[in-house]
């Protein structure tokens, strides 16, 4: 029973720290800026960003030097653009500059790092481009040492969903994005917390499609967890009848916005067009699980 007491009296402590950082949610000083304006201009995205596309255009270079044509096909290339696109809208136009005024900004920019970015950057596989750009013994020394972590990461398809649900239900916690709203530091760990999520669970669900080794089903039934728990979310902020975030009232009066009406579409935006990475991957996975099965019953035994 202490020990009961003491974990209630630690979520009490965290849920008053979180209420106190709700309280003192910094306001904009005025309106958002026109689209053309909105930039976040961040060292902490634009250098990672700026090195991530600057080593896979020279790694791309190097292989089709090396080959008569093409050497990374198109799909690569297009699904590594598409992704450090979405990083981009979610990070530095427009969607940081909106989050602090939109709960649907705010949203749209947490489930683009959590569902579009991830999946987009990892079909494109981003090292077996880029590593061509290092020097072999580096490349090779960097392959020995993230190996191990990568096929971890890979075979922990449990841990890595109860992560990626647990993320975003936690940093959509009312007084969790209203703590992110009065710190910076606070609002970056969350972006960044996302992105790791997102790239842990696509991984772990896109190596079960690629090994095409009977692994299918477990990623079918992780997006399927994933994909109900966020449109549960989705559908609490769609159809709550009041409003749930209390910090984002007057900011989206700032903007122009009803407050409860962008909450809905907030959830719309969670519901739909966020589901739709998961579907597709998944139709995928049931695509593979049939070809399993079929290839099963051709190779059996003869009667």
Do not use: K
Request: charged share 10%; hydrophobic share 55%.
């Amino acid at each position: 029973m202490s020990r009961v007491a003491s974990l209630v009296q630690i979520t009490a402590g965290l849920a008053s720290l979180l209420a106190a950082s709700t309280a003192a949610a910094a306001m904009p000083e005025g309106p958002p800026p026109p689209l053309g304006y909105a930039w976040t201009l961040s060292v902490w995205s634009l250098l990672p960003m700026s090195a991530a596309v600057g080593l896979y255009l020279a790694g791309l270079v190097r292989l089709r030097e090396a080959s008569s044509g093409p050497a990374h096909g198109v799909r690569g290339p297009l699904a590594f653009a598409a992704g450090m696109s979405a990083l981009g809208l979610a990070l530095v136009w427009p969607l940081d500059t909106y989050a602090a005024y939109a709960l649907s900004a705010h949203v749209a920019q947490h489930m683009t790092l959590l569902a579009w970015a991830p999946p987009l950057l990892l079909i494109a596989r981003p090292w077996a481009v880029a590593s061509h750009a290092l020097p072999s013994a580096v490349a090779s020394t960097l392959g020995r040492v993230f190996a191990p972590a990568v096929r971890l990461a890979h075979r922990q398809l449990g841990a890595a969903t109860l992560v990626h649900v647990t993320t975003m239900w936690l940093w959509h916690l009312p007084a969790a994005t209203a703590a992110t709203l009065a710190s910076e530091s606070l609002h970056r760990a969350m972006l960044a917390s996302a992105l790791l999520a997102g790239l842990w669970f696509w991984s772990a669900v896109l190596h079960r499609l690629r090994t095409r080794d009977g692994g299918a089903a477990g990623g079918f039934v992780a997006l399927v967890t994933a994909m109900v728990l966020m449109g549960f979310l989705g559908a609490m902020l769609t159809f709550s009848p009041r409003l749930l975030y209390p910090a984002y009232t007057d900011r989206a009066l700032l903007a122009g916005l009803d407050a409860l009406r962008d909450q809905q579409l907030a959830g719309l935006l969670m519901w739909v067009p966020s589901g739709l990475p998961y579907l597709v991957v998944g139709m995928c996975l049931v695509v593979a699980l049939l070809r399993n099965v079929q290839h099963g019953a051709t190779d059996g035994p003869a009667v």
